[in-house]
């Protein structure tokens, strides 16, 4: 007669299955085996990154144990420029760190690439060095280890919504990572990040096929074939303040047109002649400057006589 501890199903754990920190765990793709194991973690979630539909028998079984299916589709890094995007990263940490899903797993099909690039993004909101960071996910990726997924680990920077009652107890304010509270200031910090960002270089690579991008004609004027431009600043002028006053001066920007597709940028006025108040705010005449054309015509000219002048000598 069996006894309770030989009918009891045995734990199989998940592939590179392992404890990032309290409440969150790694592993590759769970299988009908690895379910009596993942009950006994009294799981949450499940946070899944595959861009691929998760498996019937999964979903089932976590319908049938309560478990909740977050779903982040990502691609996996082996082509350049395939980082998983800073947004999406930002929310997948922001779940992560929510109590009200914990414990969480994490995983994707082998539990390397995509899993190691999150966990590794993670471990910037506990102060890990880089290079423990590295250590860790050379540890899962082996000999299969991407150069992208490091790149993009230490060039990220985490923007994370938290919530005061639910914010887990490893997360560490560092001067890398951003916490906000609400919607609005996530979307305001994401447009932020955008001006400083060595991430976002890539994504705009990739969609102009791997070059520089190239200015073209007006969205509303270019053919069918070409590629439309982003406006750069919102502003039509740019303004800087002048010496010695407060007053301002500004210099129209000019939109890129079929015409004259060169893409025209808002610079700041130089003038050698100061505003001042005494003149009625005012620029003052600036000094007269000899044109760069006539200056060469002129030192042309006295070569050609000092020339002829040591023929004569001669």
Sequence with gaps: MPTASTSREPLVPTINFSMVCPGVYRSGYPTKKNYSFLCALRLRSILYLCPEDYAESNLKFCEEKGIHVLRFPTEGNKEPFCDISEPLMHRILSAICDTRNLPVLIHCNKGKHRTGTVVACLRHLQGWSLVSIFEEYKRFASDKARVGDQQYVELYHPIVKVTAPFVASWVTVT?????????????????????????????????????????????????????????????????????????????????????????????????????????????????PMVPVAAAATAAAAATVVLAAGLGEGA
């Design 175 to 287: 001067p890398r990572v951003t916490l906000v509270t609400s919607d609005r200031e996530l979307v305001e910090a994401e447009a932020a990040q955008l001006g400083y960002s060595l991430l976002a270089p890539d994504k705009c690579l990739k969609k102009s096929g791997g070059g520089a991008p190239k200015p073209t004609a007006n969205a509303a004027t270019a053919g069918p074939g070409s590629t439309p431009v982003t406006a750069a600043p919102a502003a039509s002028t740019a303004a800087t303040p002048a010496a010695g006053s407060g007053a301002t001066a500004t210099t129209p920007v000019s939109s890129p047109s079929a015409s004259s597709p060169r893409q025209q940028y808002a610079q700041p006025l130089t003038s050698a002649a100061p505003m001042s108040a005494g003149n009625g705010g005012h620029p003052a005449s600036p000094s």
